[in-house]
Structures are given as structure tokens and as C-alpha cells.
């Protein structure tokens, strides 16, 4: 009974490639997250998704792009990846009331992405 | 720059004894949230204060805000080992437009 889940588990690829990161959610929430964790832990949001709009951090690379084919999925593409994007993503996802977003989060166990 | 600023980066502590943690952000908020992270693992969360609550408590977990200094507090009583993890405040930035977590603080707890 995974809340959110996300494939696969660790990725291990050469600069240049594409890749994909997939992100599944069965709570019924209308909002879902991608967070990049950087060795020392940092936890940065990448994207925030609902079906009404995507909010994008600014530093995020154009490299990376969301999708969504439905609300319970939001995947990750990357594209030529690069040394420095070896992180670990987690995805998450939380109901976002009328007032705005930010309520409680769900967290995917994370993807292990190393680019060598 | 980060919006949740934790304090200490680190925390050593013997089974039994308080664990406090604190948390600084800079703009306003709806709410902040504590999170909980194990080695290898996803975060997990465990608490959420509002802007208009002052002091919240779930099980051995106790949160203050002051919104006045903008900080935040997460106390964790007689602590087990089973609490040695990583700590994260969150917080949505300005009235919820973004989400922002602070770097965390690493908590040992030796048996």
C-alpha cells in the first residue's frame, strides 16, 4: 500500500544521456512535488505540479522537464545529463487547499541518480 | 538562500534526554512543518503548526513558533534511538508560493 512510489530505486547513467524518473501517487491529492537532495543533504524543490498550474524553480535547468499524463503521476525527464546532477529526487505530493499549497507532504522513498 | 535555517547542524544525545532543535525562516508563511528523515530513506512528516498557533504537541513531539522572530522549535522528549535521523523544517515562502526546506539537523541518539 504505497503512497507514493517511484522507479526505479537507483539509476546509474553516462553524461549525455536521457533519462526518466517515474512518480506515482494513490492518496487522491491534487498536488504533487519534485525535490532534489544534494549530497549534504539540501533539499531543493525542482517543480510543484497541479492540474492547474506548474510552478517552477528558476534554477532549475530547462534540461529537466515535469509530466504529467494524469494527477496520480508526475514523471521527471532529464536531458544530457551532467556530472552534477547526481542527487537523489524524491518526489511527493499533498492536497492543496483552497488558500494556497504547502499543506503536509508525502514523500516517495527516492531515486538514486548517479551520472558518471 | 534557504528560507528554513536549522540549529544545530548536529545534536549528540543519550537515550532519555530532550532533544530541541530550531528553526529560522525569513518570509511570511501559512504554516511551517517539521520533517523526519532516516538514512536512505524518504522524509516523513510529523508535524505542522500554523501561522496563528503558538505551540503544538503530538506524542513526545512539541513545536513552538514565533512568528515575531520568525523561528520555530521541535522538542523531542526522552528520546529512543530509534529517533537518531535527520530533522527538516519546512516552510511555504511567501503565503504558500514556494516550498522551502532548511538544510536539517542530524540527531544521534546513543543507547
Known amino acids: 500500500d504505497t503512497a507514493v512510489s517511484q522507479t526505479p530505486k537507483y539509476l546509474v547513467t553516462q553524461m549525455g544521456n536521457d533519462k526518466s524518473i517515474k512518480c506515482e501517487q494513490n492518496?487522491?491529492?491534487?498536488?504533487m512535488y519534485w525535490y532534489k537532495q544534494d549530497s549534504k543533504k539540501f533539499l531543493k524543490i525542482m517543480f510543484s505540479?497541479?492540474?492547474?498550474?506548474?510552478?517552477i524553480n528558476e534554477t532549475v535547468p530547462n534540461r529537466f522537464s515535469p509530466k504529467s499524463p494524469d494527477k496520480a503521476h508526475l514523471n521527471l525527464h532529464i536531458n544530457s545529463l551532467e556530472l552534477g546532477d547526481s542527487a537523489v529526487y524524491f518526489c511527493?505530493?499533498?492536497?492543496?487547499?483552497?488558500?494556497?499549497?504547502?499543506?503536509?507532504?508525502?514523500f516517495g522513498p527516492g531515486t538514486r541518480l548517479t551520472v558518471t | 538562500s534557504q528560507q528554513g535555517e536549522e540549529d544545530p547542524q548536529a545534536l549528540s544525545i543519550q537515550e532519555g534526554e530532550n532533544a530541541t532543535m530550531n528553526c529560522s525562516y525569513k518570509?511570511?508563511?501559512?504554516?511551517l512543518q517539521w520533517y523526519r528523515q532516516n538514512s536512505g530513506r524518504g522524509l516523513v512528516h510529523l508535524i505542522l503548526?500554523?501561522?496563528?498557533?503558538r505551540e503544538k504537541h503530538s506524542g513526545r513531539l512539541r513545536v513552538t513558533l514565533d512568528t515575531s522572530k520568525k523561528s520555530s522549535s521541535l522538542l523531542i522528549t526522552a528520546s529512543r534511538a530509534a529517533d537518531t535521523a535527520s530533522y527538516f523544517c519546512?516552510?511555504?515562502?511567501?503565503?504558500?508560493?514556494?516550498?522551502?526546506f532548511g538544510p536539517g539537523t542530524r540527531l544521534s541518539v546513543l543507547p
Open positions: 518570509t511570511s508563511i501559512n504554516n
Open positions: 519546512a516552510t511555504d515562502e511567501n503565503y504558500g508560493q514556494n516550498f522551502v
Open positions: 503548526i500554523r501561522s496563528n498557533e
Open positions: 492518496l487522491g491529492h491534487d498536488t
Open positions: 505540479y497541479n492540474n492547474k498550474e506548474l510552478i
Open positions: 511527493a505530493s499533498s492536497s492543496t487547499r483552497i488558500s494556497g499549497r504547502g499543506d503536509e507532504q508525502y
